[in-house]
């Protein structure tokens, strides 16, 4: 099945429809992605997965306006997406910060850009970094904090400027194994919380079905969406939930797709 | 994209501390700074001041000893006392250099600052140029002081150009290299929220490219001082150049070293300026 043919587009948060993206570099024509479509669902956490180099991040800088597409539209609430929208937020791998600037400074920088007084969002900013469990370090600079803080940090600015649709590029993949499982049930929560649309890009299975309502597994180059899994472990999902059996079962059924790596025609 | 560990690597840290186990290289600058400003150990203090006393001690016996005539090299008490007696000769010349260091390097710095910051925007402009800019940087500028001399006279407008000439590419080459170092996700990140160009250059290009500036202005500030000497010692009646030809044509040594003793403390000032310039403006620590 594919993204759209689920839903009408009038109920859908975010669409992508058909959409191709083809480099010309000096060896040739990269395909990066190929008549890729899916349909994310108000509120939805999603999770796009697929090995490296297989056009995930095309996809979301695509989702993020930040590239265009060869042919296709990204939309949302039904208006296209074409460049940088208010409504969208991005975070970044290894979470991007700027090193010249405190923390607190890399958390004023979208409100710069938008020539918003950040001291008029204070207590939201103060909030989120309580929540998150940064307050007291506004003034360390990114060289100062670990990998983890950086990344809540990253997080922090991006929901600071109160997006309705957050989109994650493989946050945590320069984590540790521990901070990463802590980062995945910070991002949970947060996402309980705030009822934000989430489309998070990975190519760990396991972090895919810890976090997401549904899993869109992409093929190898050219990027194609293959098939579509709907998680149905209940949430709150503590992290003891990734030794059930339950979840080891969808894990190696997601694996299997994969491995056998063949796109499966929608129907 | 390049990340942040990456770039590090060719990014000058100025926050660098002084110690036994830092590399002493123009890239953390610890040599001179970090030594002054990181000494810890009583030890450490007793072997600077040991190995200080060693070197002009001995040079000050070795020539007492060996009687080396005052005319081939006086003994640094000599000079020391020369520069206190006869200071009030060198003043005004130290004025003069200095007066044209700055001129001429406000000139160029800000020329090579501002042609970096353009011309890097356009990579196609920026090849032309490329061929033109390295000719201004490896050809001495005091090869043209014997023709701004004809033009401008035996004033200081010959040399003022003369080190505008010799800073600016110096400025502009390492801005240059600055402004190229592009770090595509933190564009993307600007972007994102809804940045524009003007914005992206000011939040982001131009503290990326403020570690190679400041570089580009302590390198070029050292080549406007010699530049400065040096066309001093071509022409004109004053400056600390004029002043070294004119106590070395009289045998006047000890003056002539005590002009040398300024100068080198004329040096140090500016590499220790841009030292901490660096460390508050571009460390990216606070």
Redesign the interface.
């Known amino acids: 099945m594919d993204g759209t043919g689920r839903f009408g587009a009038g109920e859908a948060k975010l669409v992508v429809d058909g959409a191709t993206k083809h480099y010309v570099t000096k060896t040739g024509v990269v395909h990066a992605l190929e008549d890729y479509s899916m349909a994310v669902r108000e509120g939805e956490f999603v999770c796009v997965l697929g090995p490296s180099g297989c056009g995930k991040s095309t996809l979301l800088?695509a989702m993020?306006?930040?590239h265009g597409l060869t042919s296709g539209t990204v939309r949302l609430d039904g208006e296209p997406v074409v460049r940088?929208h208010?409504q969208?937020?991005?975070v970044?791998?290894?979470a991007?910060l700027?090193?010249?600037?405190?923390l607190i400074k890399n958390i004023h920088?979208?409100f710069?850009?938008?020539g918003l007084r950040p001291a008029e969002h204070k207590d939201r900013i103060d909030a989120l970094l309580d929540r998150v469990g940064l307050t007291g370090f506004q003034?360390k600079?990114?060289?100062?904090l670990s990998g983890g803080m950086q990344q809540r940090a990253s997080i922090v600015r991006s929901l600071s400027?109160d997006p309705s649709l957050l989109l994650m590029d493989e946050p945590f993949g320069a984590l540790d194994a521990f901070t990463r499982d802590e980062m995945n049930l910070l991002i949970e929560e947060i996402w309980l919380e705030t009822g934000k649309t989430i489309v998070f890009i990975t190519h760990s299975i396991a972090e895919a079905v810890f976090l997401a309502d549904r899993i869109f597994v992409m093929s190898a180059r050219p990027g194609r969406l293959s098939r579509v899994f709907e998680v149905d472990i209940p949430r709150p999902r503590p992290l003891d939930v990734t030794t059930t059996t339950h979840f080891i079962e969808l894990v190696a059924e997601v694996k299997a797709s994969i491995d056998h790596g063949k796109p499966v025609p929608a129907h | 994209m390049p990340?942040?560990s990456q770039l590090k690597d060719q990014i000058p840290e100025f926050h660098a501390k002084g110690g036994g186990d830092q590399e002493v290289s123009i890239a953390n600058w610890s040599g001179v700074t970090g030594a002054i400003g990181g000494i810890r150990t009583w030890a450490e203090i007793a072997a600077i001041i040991g190995v200080a006393v060693l070197i002009i001690g001995g040079a000050e016996l070795a020539i007492r000893g060996f009687e080396v005539p005052v005319y081939i090299m006086p003994p640094p008490s000599l000079i020391l006392i020369t520069l206190v007696t006869d200071f009030h000769l060198i003043a005004p010349h130290i004025g003069v250099t200095l007066t044209e260091l700055i001129v001429g390097f406000s000139i160029g710095a800000t020329a090579g600052f501002l042609l970096a910051a353009v011309i890097t925007q356009f990579p196609f402009v920026e090849k032309i140029v490329a061929p033109y800019i390295l000719l201004l940087v490896t050809t001495p500028m005091l090869a043209l002081v014997p023709l701004l001399i004809l033009r401008f006279g035996f004033g200081l407008e010959p040399r003022i150009i003369a080190v505008a000439l010799a800073s600016g590419p110096m400025v502009m080459i390492n801005s240059a290299t600055g402004f190229r170092r592009v770090d595509l996700?933190?564009i993307?990140?600007?972007?994102?929220?809804?940045?524009s160009t003007l914005?992206i250059f000011i939040?982001?290009r131009i503290?990326?490219a403020?570690p190679m500036v400041v570089v580009g202005l302590m390198i070029g500030s050292i080549f406007g001082l010699l530049t400065a000497v040096g066309a001093e010692m071509v022409g004109g009646s004053n400056g600390l150049g004029n002043r070294l030809a004119y106590y070395s044509s009289l045998i006047q040594m000890p003056q002539f070293f005590a002009c040398i003793v300024v100068l080198a403390l004329i040096g140090i000032s500016i590499y220790v300026l841009f030292f901490w310039i660096g460390k508050r403006w571009?460390s990216?620590?606070?």
């Open positions: 800088w993020a306006g930040l940088p208010p969208i937020a991005m970044f791998q290894d991007n700027l090193p010249w600037r405190s920088l979208p710069e850009i938008k003034t600079y990114p060289r100062e400027v | 990340s942040d996700a933190k993307a990140l600007a972007r994102s929220f809804g940045a914005q939040k982001i503290p990326m403020l571009a990216w620590e606070s």
